[in-house]
């Protein structure tokens, strides 16, 4: 294998795991003056509208205690393993060549093909630098003439 299996079409999303949402949306939405708002049903996780931020399709504070319940099913983060600063999701062209491509490259993965409740298909994993790296389908993102 190589790198081109894992074929990424662009960055789907990318975003700071916050601690303490309310410091995190001080500094993104009220310093920098990112046009953050609350998810519907989940008023932690703040995010743009799409393409409301040249550059990226999808910017968000993800709560540590959520991004841990995404990946292991519960809201504490495993104490092993080191604690994600950020996160970033890669769209793919095939989701199963890219896990498939990962695991053979030794990569230990924290979820693989997983459809999340919203629709999204998710393998995630932490970079060597520590960043939650997630390769991803995400319907909604993708356009006709890509």
Same mark, same amino acid.
């Given at each position: 294998?190589? $790198?081109?299996? &894992?074929?990424?079409?662009? *960055?789907?999303g990318?975003?700071? *795991?916050? =601690?303490?949402?309310?410091?995190s949306?001080?500094?993104?939405?009220?310093? %920098? #003056?990112?046009p953050?708002?609350?998810?519907?049903?989940?008023?932690?996780?703040? $995010?743009?509208?799409?393409?409301? $931020?040249?550059?990226?399709?999808?910017?968000? $504070?993800?709560? %540590?205690?959520?991004?841990?319940?995404?990946c292991?099913?519960? =809201?504490?983060?495993p104490a092993?393993?080191?604690l994600?600063?950020a996160w *970033?999701e890669?769209e793919?062209q095939? &989701?199963? @060549?890219?896990? @498939?491509? /990962? !695991?053979? @490259?030794?990569?230990?993965l %924290?979820?693989? =093909?997983?459809?999340?409740p919203?629709?999204?298909?998710?393998? =995630? /994993?932490?970079?060597?630098?520590?960043?939650?790296? #997630?390769?991803? &389908?995400?319907?909604?993102?993708r !356009?006709?003439?890509?």
């Open positions: 294998m190589n $790198l081109t299996d &894992i074929d990424v079409l662009f *960055i789907a990318f975003g700071p *795991i916050s =601690r303490d949402t309310k410091i949306q001080a500094f993104y939405q009220q310093t %920098l #003056g990112l953050l708002k609350a998810m519907e049903g989940n008023e932690e996780y703040l $995010l743009t509208e799409e393409n409301a $931020l040249d550059g990226v399709k999808h910017f968000a $504070l993800w709560p %540590l205690s959520q991004a841990a319940e995404s292991f099913g519960t =809201r504490e983060w092993e393993l080191p994600p600063q *970033i890669f793919v095939d &989701i199963d @060549r890219a896990t @498939r491509t /990962l !695991v053979a @490259r030794g990569y230990q %924290l979820v693989a =093909r997983r459809e999340e919203w629709g999204q298909t998710v393998t =995630r /994993l932490l970079s060597p630098e520590g960043l939650l790296t #997630g390769v991803t &389908i995400t319907p909604w993102l !356009v006709e003439n890509q």
